[in-house]
């Protein structure tokens, strides 16, 4: 059974840092890449960053691009997103994600349950 458990969200004021960790296990989480992706209530679900299963490539979304990075250790089978100089529209619930192919869709093979971000201003 593969999950995928998120942790790390909280409340932060704009400007703060935080760093989201996401534990996988039940899948060979080296031959997976890994993404993250943010729901606020009544919007559709967006992608965050992407990285693959070496490390070697990473995607951001262009509102995020140069603030958050995406980083993973395959030997904890963990995948983190390093947040800084957060705004309040980045508050959302942050998923993480599971496929082989590395890519910026949300057409990923797993979820975790998500955690939520609040960013107050």
């Known amino acids: 059974q593969v999950q995928l458990v998120e942790s790390g969200g909280g409340l932060v004021q704009a400007g703060g840092s935080v760093r989201l960790s996401c534990a996988a296990s039940g899948l060979t989480f080296r031959r997976y890449s890994m993404g993250w992706f943010r729901q606020d209530p009544g919007k559709e679900r967006e992608f965050v960053a992407a990285?693959?299963?070496?490390?070697?490539?990473?995607y951001y979304a262009r509102s995020v691009k140069g603030r958050f990075t995406i980083s993973r250790d395959n030997d904890k089978n963990t995948v983190y997103l390093q947040m800084n100089n957060l705004k309040p529209e980045d508050t959302a619930v942050y998923y993480c994600a599971a496929k082989v192919i590395l890519t910026t869709n949300n057409d990923y093979e797993y979820w975790g349950q998500g955690t939520q971000v609040t960013v107050s201003s």
């Open positions: 990285i693959s299963w070496s490390g070697g490539s990473t």
